[in-house]
C-alpha cells in the first residue's frame, strides 16, 4: 500500500518521500509469499467489487508502465454449499455486479477440474475475472516508478516517533527527523505501534503458507489450473495457485492465526505447523499429495470487523491511515494506493470507499 501511495501521488507531480524500515520487497510482514489472489465475487461484501474493477485496470496499467508480469489471470473456482456464507456471498456480489460467473454442480465440477475432490453437497462458483499477482514484482514496479518520478524512498529505516505540530508532521527515524505537510501511514502489522489513538484495535496474526511437490503436477500447472478456495464449514478456508515455478504448488489456510508481536515473533515453521496442511491436501486434492518442499510466513492484521480501514486519521488531520487488511488486501493495492493519494491531497475521494472509514466505529 505504501509504495502504491507513492507511485500515485509522484505521479501527480507531488513531492514524495517513502520510508520502509526493511528492503524493497521484502518477506517480513503481509505482501510476499510469490504469489497474492485476485479474485472479483467478493464474498466480504458487494460495495469491495467496484473497487477491484479498479484495482484490475491500475495493475494493467502498471504492467504496461513497468514492463514486467504481474498478474496472471487464471479463472477463480470457489467450493461449498450452496448456501454457505462463502459461496452465497460470492454469489451474491456476482449477481448484484452483474458480473461472468457459472454455477457448476458437483458432477460438473468434478468434470472441468477432477483436481478436486469435495463433498456431495458442494457446489462450484467460476469466475473468469480471476487470477493472481506476483507481490514482490508489484512492489518493486509501484516503487521503482515512483523514484523515476523524482520520489525519494529510504530503505533499512525505522520510524521511531511521530507528531503534529506547527502545520506539519515531524517524523523521526533512526536515520533523522523530517518534517512534511502530511503523513501516510502504512505500517502492517506494526500500525498499532505507530498509531496508539486510533480508537480501534489492530490484531497481528502469525499465517503459514505451504508448497507441495504434486503426485501429478502436470494437472497443476499455471495455464491448466485456476486460483481456487474451499469452504470449511467453520467460517475458513482453505486457498491455493496453479504452480508457477520449481517452488510447487502453494497452498494456505484463510483464517485467524495465534496473535503475535510483529517484532518478536519467531521466524521458524514448527513442525506442528507444517504439518497442519496435510488433511486438506488429503482431502481435497490427493493428486497434490506430495512432499511439502517448502513454508513461509505472513502476517495477517485483524481490524475489528475484518474490513479495511482507509481514512483521515480522527485526531490528526494531516495524518491518513491505510490499516486493518485482514487477510485480504493485497489484491486491492493498486485502487487503495489511488484512494490514499486522495484522501492525503483532498481530504476525501471520488471512489466508492466511503464503507471503509473509521466513521463506521462511531
Not at 460495495?47 to 504481474?70: N, Q, T
Request: proline share 6%; hydrophobic share 35%.
Amino acid at each position: 500500500m505504501g509504495s502504491a501511495a507513492c507511485y500515485h501521488l509522484a505521479g501527480r507531480g507531488v513531492r514524495v518521500l517513502g520510508i520502509e524500515q526493511f528492503g524493497i520487497p521484502h518477506d517480513k510482514g503481509s505482501s510476499a509469499g510469490h504469489s497474492r489472489m485476485i479474485r472479483s465475487a467478493y464474498y466480504e461484501h458487494p460495495d469491495y467489487v467496484p473497487l477491484i474493477r479498479r484495482a484490475f485496470e491500475l495493475w494493467d496499467a502498471l504492467e504496461r508502465e513497468s514492463g514486467e508480469k504481474l498478474l496472471h489471470l487464471t479463472g477463480g473456482i470457489y467450493m461449498g454449499k450452496l448456501d454457505g456464507e462463502f459461496v452465497a456471498g460470492s454469489l451474491r456480489s456476482a449477481r448484484q455486479h452483474k458480473l461472468p460467473h457459472e454455477v457448476l454442480d458437483r458432477a460438473e465440477l468434478s468434470r472441468r477440474y477432477p483436481q478436486f475432490h469435495v463433498p456431495a453437497d458442494f457446489v462450484g462458483l467460476y469466475e473468469q475475472p480471476a487470477g493472481l499477482l506476483i507481490p514482490e514484482k508489484c512492489i518493486e514496479a509501484h516503487a521503482r516508478i515512483a523514484r523515476q518520478r523524482s520520489a525519494q524512498i529510504r530503505t533499512n529505516e525505522r520510524v521511531l516517533e511521530w507528531r503534529e505540530d506547527s502545520g506539519a508532521v515531524s517524523i523521526t527515524t533512526t536515520s533523522g527527523t523530517y518534517r512534511a505537510d502530511h503523513a501516510i501511514f502504512c505500517g502492517g502489522a506494526w500500525t498499532a505501534k505507530l498509531i496508539s489513538d486510533l480508537g480501534v484495535s489492530l490484531t497481528p496474526t502469525r499465517q503459514v503458507l505451504g508448497w507441495f511437490q504434486p503426485r501429478r503436477p502436470e494437472l497443476f500447472q499455471l495455464g491448466q489450473f485456476p486460483v481456487w478456495a474451499i469452504d470449511d464449514g467453520d467460517g475458513k478456508l482453505h486457498y491455493g495457485f496453479p504452480i508457477l515455478d520449481d517452488r510447487g504448488l502453494k497452498i494456505g489456510h484463510h483464517k485467524r492465526g495465534p496473535v503475535v508481536d510483529p517484532d518478536t515473533m519467531t521466524r521458524e515453521v514448527s513442525d506442528e505447523e507444517r504439518a497442519s496442511f496435510a488433511p486438506a491436501i488429503k482431502r481435497y486434492l490427493p493428486d497434490a499429495d506430495g512432499p511439502l518442499l517448502a513454508t513461509s510466513l505472513c502476517m495477517y492484521t485483524y481490524s475489528p470487523d475484518g474490513h479495511f480501514i482507509l481514512d483521515r486519521h480522527p485526531h490528526h488531520p494531516r495524518v491518513t491511515i491505510a490499516a486493518g487488511f485482514s487477510g485480504h488486501g493485497f489484491k486491492f493495492a493498486s485502487v487503495i494506493g489511488e484512494i490514499l493519494a486522495d484522501l492525503a491531497m483532498e481530504g476525501t475521494t471520488e471512489l466508492p470507499a466511503q464503507f471503509l472509514s473509521l466513521k463506521r466505529f462511531a
